[in-house]
């Protein structure tokens, strides 16, 4: 294992460090920038502001009472006696309290039951999806609450209707944009929500992602101590959205930065999520930019093998690639790569969901995780001499 793979390892395994049971709030997201480098605005992450709204625990010392009775006359669900309930409502008016989504929810009673927003089925080479799923379905059934999944287009104006309808008590979204109108309609309307991935502006956001730009600097160092100086990034995202896609975004900043910083040559192809027209594109820039190494994005890395084996070029002899797949299938291919922890991200947006539900006042929890660069078999020395994409 390489130096760049050993201390990736070690970074992710002190990311880890969190108790699956009650992921630990979180006022702090981690910084994608570091090490001196250029402050990007488009990939800015900052700090968490704190709400100075007046919550439940301060209606309960303003009105002596406990803050299960708060809850109780705000829910509706159990008896409490008049003159209590009259010193309650007078606290909630004096201190303009104004009731979240969940409150809200309470008062019509509530299903235990969470909506995983997945991307439109088309997409249905993205076996990834099937993990987080796994993991937000392992950590709803530890507490007994339902996990329902919705494939339908999600209009930003009509993303909390499943809330509003009382099916589910809050949602995970994925996919996410730099400027998720989403994550806006759900925040602006104290919806309970959490997100797998995350937008520019992640104030009250509740999210967990991968930190893919530090994913990407470390996949461009690897390949540039085997001595690559021609460095090709397959850029995948959504058809039509790879400048607003968050992971896109933030890959295309944070390579331009590497190979700028390394002094070697990059180039990016943007390749939407369709097997055919990325093994295209890939012919093209083999044949054109005549790279002696690869990144691919998403799950590009499949097609862009068969092209290259089409075009004669042998992995990692004449060319090297390093993936950003789930482990399971680069594992499979022998392929250096980027391990998506798939299932763990799943598991944490339902997790921090479910802290968000069950208590109101909850600062937001933010994660970054720093996935390991593990490597296998598709990455090694650059070409001695070409001929024709043929090493000697």
């Known amino acids: 294992m390489s130096l760049t793979a050993y201390v990736m390892s070690k970074r992710f395994d002190l990311a880890y460090r969190v108790d699956r049971d009650e992921v630990k709030p979180s006022t702090e997201v981690l910084p994608e920038q570091s090490s001196g480098r250029p402050h990007v605005p488009v990939c800015e992450y900052g700090k968490v502001k704190q709400d100075s709204a007046p919550k439940l625990a301060d209606i309960a010392d303003q009105s002596g009472v406990s803050l299960s009775t708060v809850s109780y006359v705000l829910s509706g669900k159990r008896p409490i006696s008049e003159p209590v309930r009259r010193r309650v409502l007078k606290a909630i008016e004096d201190l303009e309290y104004r009731p979240n989504g969940r409150a809200r929810a309470l008062a019509s009673g509530a299903t235990h039951a969470l909506a995983l927003l997945l991307p439109s089925p088309q997409h249905k080479d993205r076996i990834e999806h099937h993990s987080f799923v796994a993991g937000a379905a392992q950590a709803t059934s530890e507490v ?43 925040r602006t309307q104290d919806y309970a929500f959490s997100v797998i991935g995350h937008p520019a502006d992640t104030k009250d956001v509740n999210f967990v992602d991968i930190d893919i730009a530090t994913a990407v600097r470390r996949a461009v160092e690897h390949l540039v101590e085997y001595g690559h100086r021609r460095i090709v990034i397959f850029n995948e995202a ?154 000697k």
């Not at 790879?242 to 192809?269: I, K, M, N, Q, T």
């Not at 290259?308 to 060319?319: M, T, W």
């Open 144 to 186: 007994d609450y339902s996990l329902v999944l919705s494939t339908s287009a999600a209009r930003a104006a009509r993303v909390g209707q499943l809330v509003d309808q009382r099916r589910v008590d809050g949602l995970i979204l994925m996919e996410i944009d730099l400027r998720d109108r989403r994550v806006q309609q759900l």
């Open 238 to 391: 959504p058809r039509g959205r790879g400048h607003v896609y968050g992971p896109a975004c933030r890959s295309r900043v944070a390579f331009a930065e590497s190979v700028a910083e390394l002094g070697v040559d990059g180039f990016e192809v943007d390749v939407p999520r369709d097997r055919n027209r990325t093994y295209e594109a890939a012919i093209e820039a083999l044949s054109e930019r005549r790279p002696t190494a690869v990144i691919a994005l998403g799950t590009s890395s499949p097609a862009i093998v068969d092209a290259a084996r089409d075009l004669g070029l042998r992995i990692p002899n004449d060319l090297s690639l390093i993936g950003f797949l789930v482990p399971e299938l680069a594992e499979l291919l022998r392929l250096t790569n980027v391990d998506f922890p798939v299932f763990d991200m799943g598991h944490f947006g339902a997790k921090m969901l479910i802290n968000r539900l069950v208590d109101p006042d909850r600062p937001p929890t933010q994660l970054l995780l720093q996935p390991p660069l593990t490597v296998r078999n598709s990455t090694g020395p650059v070409p001695r001499k070409r001929r024709g994409g043929r090493s």
